[in-house]
């Protein structure tokens, strides 16, 4: 089945600053990778995902990259305010299933 | 839209007692996922339905766990006998059908068994 890495766990930004999350994923076969913000407390919500047919995918201050042939994606964010900390989680959908399997997180922790 | 409604928002119950999770998923998806998420095992399938039909269980503990989704607008998980080690939060999510769409997640029950 699918396996996905996620790194790092934690990472912490001063305000201002970019945050990089790379996640890795072994089914070549997968062809869509969303990417999740759960706040402390809440619900995990969709920002952003990518197709395996696109490269890069933006929304406003976040992108997402995807490499097919080394098997990652990452999530960037721009400009980082105190409310862009959260728990993102990537997940990568496997071709022979339409369930996908989800990173374990990374802690963003943006300090003012 | 309501979004996936589910509830209680908070359980507490003692061991030994069944405790029922309700999940009313976004109208026309008809796809239901229930995770489970705690801090040392992360976001974890229980069980998934497709148009009402069970499709994988794989993900359910024990025997104690068992769902069920009568019809389009309603599932349950019911855990019987509850045990301290199932504190957690549970959530459910809908997508449209099969295919490539993100999960849109419900507000989560946080269960504690003492």
């Known amino acids: 089945g699918e396996n996905v890495e996620q790194h790092p766990s934690t990472l912490s930004v001063q305000e201002g600053d970019s945050a990089v999350i790379k996640c890795t994923y072994s089914d070549s076969a997968s062809n869509y990778f969303p990417w999740y913000k759960q706040e402390l407390g809440k619900r995990p919500q969709l920002i952003i995902d990518i197709r395996s047919n696109v490269g890069e995918k933006k929304d406003q201050r976040i992108a997402v990259t995807l490499n097919k042939t080394a098997k990652h994606f990452s999530l960037h964010i721009t400009e980082t305010q105190p409310e862009d900390s959260a728990v993102y989680f990537c997940?990568?959908?496997?071709?022979?299933?339409?369930?996908?399997?989800f990173g374990r997180g990374t802690s963003l922790i943006v300090h003012p | 839209d309501a979004g996936v409604i589910q509830s209680p928002r908070h359980e507490v119950t003692e061991m030994g007692q069944e405790v029922t999770l309700r999940c009313k998923p976004i109208?026309?998806?008809?796809?239901l996922f229930w995770y489970r998420q705690t801090m040392m095992r992360g976001l974890e399938l229980l069980i998934y339905f497709n148009n009402n039909v069970p499709i994988d269980d794989s993900g359910m503990p024990e025997d104690r766990f068992s769902a069920k989704m009568p019809n389009a607008s309603f599932s349950t998980l019911k855990i019987q006998p509850s045990e301290p080690r199932d504190s957690a939060v549970y959530f459910c999510a809908s997508i449209p059908a099969q295919g490539n769409y993100g999960y849109t997640f419900g507000s989560g029950t946080r269960l504690t068994v003492v």
């Open positions: 997940a990568a959908r496997g071709g022979g299933s339409y369930i996908p399997t």
């Open positions: 109208s026309g998806h008809n796809s």
